[in-house]
DNA sequence: ACCTGAACACCGTTCAAGT
DNA sequence: ACCTGAACACCGTTCAAGT
């Protein structure tokens, strides 16, 4: 029974994001990421306290690759035009990963046990009120409470990502689903 | 060890409920339910195919609950306040039910598998595509598609409700909720 | 420091009974 | 028809070890 290699975290958050992908919140188990990574299954308690800390490192990463899709999409555009792409961007990255979405939205992490998580979600929400704040300065959205204008921004396409994944839109192809949205971004 | 009542049936969707209502999704059990109505852990399996059935059942229970929420806030109004009202009430269900409104949107019951459930769902909509339709005959919304616009309708108010639960608002009273939700929907 | 194996108290689900 | 009890294969988590 040889000793696991130097990185145990990295491979267990490896075999974390894989297993995610595939099974979803609820197929989630440390067990089985143990297994995966070829270790016992009580390993993890070393890198993780608990499984919900391990679900929230993944959550934390997935925050982040929104953040990058967010941002590379409203890249070369007017104000108003990155906003609307990255709005778009948000919800296709729902639709390609509907079980790490749900990890990061649907796990009931809170700031305060997990704020490396958080600081995640922050810089997702921060990029955009960026987008909104500079659609103000460029005279292509009302003045006013940036922060409330860029909450209503994310709530509607939050919910299209979220009634889309349930199932309760009759589209079923994506590309549909995001005419749809784009549609809503009017 | 007397038999049980006549319709342990409705005593089981009832324990569940209580259930749902104090733990969520994730704390639901079906061994905890049966405790909760006084039998032994199986005899659920009689009036509900698994875990996912019960489940839908509770859930299929919201939807109609919401429904009525959502009918009862919109009489005696102009079309567009009755809309209005009706989103308000969609928000103040879901910060009042949380895990009630959870178990409705974040399991995984697909339309197929449980009929009752998607109706309840769509009985909903239907409410919503109603408001929006007399809307739209009274010249107070923009002729168009009205499934569309129900849904942008419906996707807002759902991205309120979700991102409030989620804790991913910086406001931490109701009413504070309630407000931004009525402003964003102007 | 890092990992393993046994152990405990839970699950969902199935099956052979009992009334 | 409706319910029980034992059984199976899973969990998360803890603890006493091993290297």
Known sequence: MPY??????????????????????????????ARRAGVSHNAPYRHFRDRDDLLAAVAAQGFDQLNG???????????????????????????RWP????????????????????????????????FVAACQAAGELPPGNTDEAAYRAWSLVHGIAKL??????????????LRFCAAALE
């Open 164 to 177: 889309a994944n349930a199932g309760q839109f009759p589209w079923h192809s994506r590309a549909r689903m």
């Open 4 to 33: 696991h290699h130097g990185n145990l975290k990295q491979t267990l958050l490896d075999a974390a994001l894989e297993l995610t992908a595939a099974t979803g919140p609820r197929g989630f188990t440390l067990r089985e990421v």
């Open 69 to 95: 899709s967010m941002q590379r999409a409203a890249r070369k555009a007017t104000p108003l035009a990155r906003l609307r792409r990255s709005g778009i961007a948000y919800v296709d990255f729902a639709l």
């Open 99 to 130: 079980q790490h979405f749900a990890v990061m939205f649907d796990s009931p992490w809170n700031k305060s046990d997990y704020p490396e998580c958080a600081a995640a979600a922050e810089r997702c929400f921060g990029t955009l009120v960026a």
